[in-house]
């Protein structure tokens, strides 16, 4: 099949549709790779990168898989499936990450001779961002939602700091990778399903991932049957969801 050349942003994003049942049609997994790999370009909460993909070709993993998505016609018809999942629970592996990265920008020299914007950086990783994800049992979580919010009287303050606040950073981060992916696979006319219905205890033992990661979605991915796009597009009118200030 020929892919080439990829469509415009804003072709690839009216192209895009939920697609519900696909063609016995096999896809490049270089080309969906790619696309992987781009989704890793998305935007994410401080450069933690909080996510994963498992990019699965398997005819027997992708057969469990649509049984654990209840066998719906998305997975039962993909060729390939991408499960992107939030990975907090690697959050002091990211900022280890992200600090080595910035001592290898700015060069092998003593902490003294770092600029101002050099040390805010790295104390931005080595103190801000570990304030925000520690926690115990959710109870320094608590501790500093309450904190935040007196400081909040006074003078603006992020106040999303409890565990499940972290959580939703994670997941959050997650789906706009998700997008960045079904928008590349669109633009070179692969399709995509993104999925919420599906038994994630029996999706995490089949990619064997632990029980502290979660699935934020699967994407059955494959080429759109005629049939595979159950009616036109509805979306409310504009007017109801733009607000200009």
């Known amino acids: 099949m ?44 401080s450069n933690m990168q909080l996510w994963e993909f498992y990019h699965v ?14 066998s719906q016609s ?8 991408v499960v992107v999942v939030a990975r907090k629970d690697l959050w002091k592996k990211r900022v280890q ?20 914007r050099e040390k805010f950086a790295l104390n931005y990783y080595q103190k801000i961002v570990p304030t925000l994800y520690f926690d115990f049992i959710g109870i320094l979580g608590a501790l500093k939602y309450i904190t935040f919010q007196a400081i909040g009287i006074f003078k603006p303050i992020y106040r999303e700091a409890r565990r499940s606040d972290m959580r939703i950073v994670a997941q959050k981060s997650a789906a706009l990778a998700a997008q960045n992916f079904m928008i590349s696979m669109a633009a070179i ?17 089949i990619i064997g991932i632990p029980n502290s990661a979660e699935i934020n979605m699967i994407i059955a991915c494959g080429v759109r049957e005629e049939t595979g796009i159950y009616g036109e597009r509805f979306r409310v009118p504009l007017e109801e969801v733009y607000f200009k200030l």
Not at 57 to 70: H, I, R, Y
Not at 99 to 115: A, N, R, T
Not at 189 to 204: A, H, I, Q, W
């Open 2 to 45: 020929d892919v080439t050349p990829e469509k415009s942003v804003s072709a690839a994003i009216h192209y895009r549709r939920s697609v519900r049942v696909f063609k016995k049609e096999p896809l490049d997994d270089e080309k969906v790779k790619e696309c992987i790999h781009l989704a890793s370009l998305a935007p994410t909460s």
């Open 97 to 116: 990450s992200n600090i080595d990265f910035l001592k290898s920008q700015y060069g092998d020299k003593p902490h003294s001779e770092y600029s101002k």
């Open 189 to 205: 006319n692969y399709d995509t399903c993104p999925m919420e219905g599906f038994d994630s205890l029996r999706v995490k033992k």
């Open 57 to 70: 070709t398997s005819t027997d993993v992708l057969s469990q898989l649509s049984e654990a998505s209840f």
């Open 74 to 81: 998305a997975a039962k018809t993909a060729q390939q499936m």
